[in-house]
């Protein structure tokens, strides 16, 4: 039977790395961090032409890559893994962990469809306003999401094993994952939340300033 994962443990070893090899995975995310954050804020704040709109959507997966695949090496492997200086470098690591991406990406997107299919062919046309507002959907709508969320995070084992070329497709994420899977969901919630509250506190300080860059 396949241990469980010590959360702490897995959190203190992982502070201590980036702490410990800082330097190197600010200069190796740094950049794809700032294409990252900007491609999103450009979305936001001008108004672009849908052409454009698709084109920085469709970056936005390159640039998480950039970012990620390097942070992941430096974590797991050591600052002489990054071996990425500015986060610019594109290669077959690269390529396997986008695709993975792609795959955990597509989860919901074809989970949904699977869904909406059957809801279309066993729904007859007048049920379907009142079956949707029904208050069962929402419940429903809420074990949807963490049915999802947690096949997620059982795949999520996926990147770093393609970050550092390691063996990583989704039988073996699946298997390693194995009497852990709630535990991790629960530390993705926890990083979420807090996350969150820092966005919340900088959305509530920042208005403040009346500065157009800190705002940005």
């Not at 090899?21 to 979305?43: D, F, I, Y």
């Not at 690591?93 to 809801?119: G, H, K, M, N, Q």
Request: overall charge positive; hydrophobic content about 55%.
């Amino acid at each position: 039977m396949q241990s469980r994962l010590d959360i702490t443990g897995v959190l203190s070893d992982t502070v201590t790395i980036i702490q410990n090899r800082g330097a190197a995975l600010v200069r190796s995310a740094m950049l794809p961090a700032m294409l990252l954050v900007t491609t999103n804020q450009l979305s936001i704040h001008l108004k672009l032409s849908p052409l454009i709109d698709a084109a920085l959507v469709f970056s936005m997966p390159v640039w998480f890559t950039l970012y990620m695949v390097p942070v992941m090496r430096g974590v797991l492997i050591g600052e002489e893994g990054i071996g990425r200086k500015w986060g610019l470098h594109w290669g077959w690591d690269e390529t396997r962990f986008l695709l993975r991406y792609l795959i955990i990406a597509a989860v919901p997107l074809v989970t949904f469809l699977v869904l909406l299919t059957f809801a279309l062919w066993l729904i007859p046309p007048d049920m379907r306003e009142s079956v949707t507002e029904h208050w069962g959907m929402r419940v429903l709508g809420v074990l949807y999401m963490t049915f999802i969320f947690y096949v997620a995070v059982r795949l999520s084992m996926m990147l770093p094993a393609a970050a550092i070329g390691d063996q990583a497709n989704p039988s073996q994420s699946w298997r390693l994952t194995r009497h852990n899977g709630w535990r991790l969901m629960g530390l993705y919630v926890l990083i979420m939340l807090v996350f969150a509250v820092l966005t919340l506190l900088l959305s509530l300080v920042l208005p403040m300033l009346e500065h157009p860059p800190v705002r940005w």
